[in-house]
Each structure stands twice: as C-alpha cells, then as structure tokens.
C-alpha cells in the first residue's frame, strides 16, 4: 500500500490542483473528491502522475458531459412544461417536473417572458403595419 507521506502528498497535490483549477469554474464543475479520486489512483508507484494537461483536459470532459445532461434536462424540462397544461403530460414528465420545481420554475417564467416578448413584437410590427396603411391612403388622397 501507500506510505503515509505518500498519501498526505497526494492529498496536498488534490488540494492544491482543487484550489487552482476550481476557481476559474462554475460550481457545477465536479469537487475535489472527484478530481481526488482520479489524482490519487494515478499517484501510486506504478503511474506516473497526471500532468496539469490532463488533468484539465479531464475536467473539461467532465464539464462538457454535465453541460450536455443539462441541456437535455433543460429540454426534457421544457417539453414537459409545454404539455403540463394539456392532457398529454405524460407520467415520466410529471415525474421530472416534481423532481426539479425550482429549475422548471425558471424555465416557465423564462418561457412566459419569451411568450410576453413575442407578443409584443408582433404588436409592434401590427402597428407598423397599420401607420402605413393610414400613410399610404394619406399619400394617395
């Protein structure tokens, strides 16, 4: 096994690794347990260690699987929320909503700001419309 300095060392290399390349990350981004884990299987005698390059291309793997799977929880989300009013909520829907209300929560009031939005922009673009019209008939008076 490991030596007890070798495991302190090791600890001390995550800490360090932890404190650097945590702070340019969102909190999403996986904790010092996670980069632990891969640090200290690959400090033992037999690996040599991960080299700053790896380690952050590994991290930002990690980051770009969990921006994947929030994005399909964002749709997955969305969807739901689009059939929640209809009779087409399905089970597993339901199930995903309850699960997440905060997330669906800003989502519905994201989608309602885009629905405000949308309306009125096509009220603008109504009004326009309109004032040519009336400019048009002027014109040709």
Do not use: W, Y
């Amino acid at each position: 096994g490991m030596s007890l300095e070798a495991a302190d060392a090791s600890v001390v290399l995550v800490a360090a690794q932890g404190a650097f390349g945590m702070a340019h990350e969102p909190p999403t981004a996986p904790t010092g347990a996670a980069a632990s884990s891969i640090t200290s299987s690959e400090t033992s005698a037999t690996c040599p260690p991960l080299s700053a390059r790896e380690i952050a291309k590994a991290q930002r793997a990690a980051q770009l699987r969990l921006l994947e799977t929030e994005r399909q929880l964002s749709r997955q989300l969305k969807s739901a929320l689009r059939s929640q009013g209809s009779e087409n909520l399905s089970e597993e829907e339901g199930a995903l909503l309850a699960a997440h209300p905060e997330r669906a929560a800003q989502l519905r009031s994201a989608m309602q700001k885009t629905a405000a939005r949308k309306e009125q922009q096509s009220a603008n673009a109504a009004e326009v419309e309109e004032a040519e019209e009336i400019l048009a008939e002027k014109v040709s008076r």
